[in-house]
């Protein structure tokens, strides 16, 4: 079964960081081109970032400079570090893989004094 599961959300202060994670199961996180989204409350989903099988990556510039993907092939595993947060990147963070059009269940961000 192909399947993705994200983790890591939470509540965190404006400015705050958190770090996501995105299990594969059933794929290889590194042979294909994984993407992350986010949805805020009310409004559709956004692509954030993508990385590449060969560790290329291209970000959405309301998050170039404050968030960076990653993956970690031995744990089957993408991560999406998140720094300076603001109160507009609240939301569920959903991350994909391409080839497969597989999708994770989301992990919740809120980010609120």
């Known amino acids: 079964q192909v399947q993705l599961m994200e983790s890591g959300g939470d509540w965190v202060q404006p400015g705050g960081s958190l770090r996501l994670s995105c299990v594969g199961t059933?794929?290889?996180?590194?042979?294909?081109?994984m993407t992350w989204h986010h949805q805020a409350p009310e409004k559709a989903r956004e692509w954030v970032a993508t990385l590449w099988p060969g560790g290329a990556t291209i970000y959405s510039p309301s998050v170039q400079g404050r968030f960076t993907v990653s993956r970690d092939e031995a744990k089957n595993t993408v991560y999406l570090q998140l720094d300076n947060l603001k109160s507009e990147d609240t939301g569920v963070y959903y991350c994909?893989?391409?080839?497969?059009?597989?999708w994770g269940q989301g992990t919740q961000v809120t980010v609120s004094s």
């Open positions: 059933g794929l290889f996180v590194g042979d294909d081109i």
């Open positions: 994909q893989d391409h080839d497969t059009s597989t």
